[in-house]
């Protein structure tokens, strides 16, 4: 039967599909709008079906904050190419999926209803693949939430494959718009640098004997003897901890200074200890 051009950019603006998926679903539902929409749901489906093993090495990666500034989520979404992560229905859909986990959480993200009460979180994912004819797959979703005073802040690396969050916890109420300055600095920080954990002691054990254990292999290799070899792997080792954890690194916008003392001249002005909480950080 012929399709009315109007009806297919009705089906279109409901949907979101292609004209030629839409023109195909009203073909194949007698002109019958309902139908054809549920149509392409059944499309979608198949479609993320087929796609479902590609690569996606590509993505965006974005960040939402709670008004009190006391909560916030990050969402990490793949796709198989930069030019679907740069789309902007990609983008949009990228934001409000990190408002869902904002306000619910990352727990059982995909079977969550969305907000807006249009189905569910892995249902858009689904009609996203079809729409968009890639491979789409959430790598993951998190809230933080900081009980106490502090603030949490975050950064967003301009092309969208590195974010961080970074909750600061303070021992007396504090300037907020000061703290959560200091938050987005550090988490700028955290974006450019290698940080395995917050302080020397959270570092994880595992980590620190598998550097040991490289160390020793080429300071062996030195032919000194064993007590020299003992104490180059202790300092390279320290150094290698203190590199690798937030407080004890030089902070990037000053590296005179480190982090530790950063916070704690930040903690002087504001009268306040302030230390690290707990960070997120997540890269394509």
Sequence with gaps: ??????????LRSLTGAGMMDCKRALEESGGDLEKAGEYLRKTGIAIAAKKASRDTNEGGIAVAFSGDGKSAAMVQLACETDFVALNEEFQRMLGVLTQQALERGGDDFVEQPLLSGEGTVGETL?????????NIRLIDAKRLVL???????GYVHSNGKIGVLLALGADSAVDGARLEMLTKDLSMHIAASPVSALTEEEIDPAEVEKEKEILVAQA???GKPDEIVDKMVAGRLKKFVQENTLVSQAFVKDPDKTVAQVLKEAGQELGAQIAPVEYLKWQF
Aim: charged share 30%.
């Design 220 to 222: 062996k290799e030195s």
């Design 126 to 134: 689904t009609a996203a693949i079809g729409k968009m004819g890639e």
């Design 147 to 153: 009980e106490g005073e502090g603030a949490i802040g």
């Design 1 to 10: 039967m012929a399709i009315a051009a109007a009806k297919v950019m009705e």
